[in-house]
Nanobody
C-alpha cells in the first residue's frame, strides 16, 4: 500500500511562489511509475477541488482552469516524488493541498483516487 507525504506548504505573499512535494513510500519506483498522480485542494467550508494531474509517464498533464498558466505539475519516478510548482499565488489559492494516486487513466474526480496524503497548508496573505 502506497503512503503519500506532502511537504513545502507555508505562508506566502500574493504574487509569490511555492513548490510542493509529495513523496511516495511503500512501493517500488517501478510501481510508482504506473500511478497517475494528482493534486487536490480544500479550503475551509468548500469541497475538495481538482488542481492538477499527471500521467504515469509524465507526458500528459492536466490543470484546472483556476490555476492554468500559474501552476505546473511534474514527477520524478526515480525518486517516487510528484511536485506542484505554484507561481503568482493569489489569496484564493489558500487551502490544504493533498496529493493523490490512482491506477489507470487520469481523472479530475477525487472519488476515483484510492491513496491520499495528509495534506500541507498553503496560505496566501499579506
Amino acid at each position: 500500500q502506497v503512503q503519500l507525504v506532502e511537504s513545502g506548504g507555508g505562508l506566502v505573499q500574493p504574487g509569490g511562489s511555492l513548490r510542493l512535494s509529495c513523496a511516495a513510500s511503500g512501493v517500488s519506483s517501478r510501481t510508482f511509475s504506473t500511478y497517475t498522480m494528482a493534486w487536490f485542494r480544500q479550503a475551509p467550508g468548500k469541497e475538495r477541488e481538482f488542481v492538477a494531474a499527471i500521467s504515469w509517464t509524465g507526458r500528459n498533464t492536466y490543470t484546472s482552469d483556476s490555476v492554468k498558466g500559474r501552476f505546473t505539475i511534474s514527477r520524478d519516478n526515480g525518486a517516487n516524488t510528484v511536485y506542484l510548482q505554484m507561481n503568482t499565488l493569489k489569496p484564493e489559492d489558500t487551502a490544504v493541498y493533498h496529493c493523490a494516486a490512482k491506477t489507470d487513466s487520469s481523472s479530475r474526480d477525487f472519488k476515483d483516487y484510492a491513496a491520499w496524503g495528509q495534506g500541507t497548508q498553503v496560505t496566501v496573505s499579506e
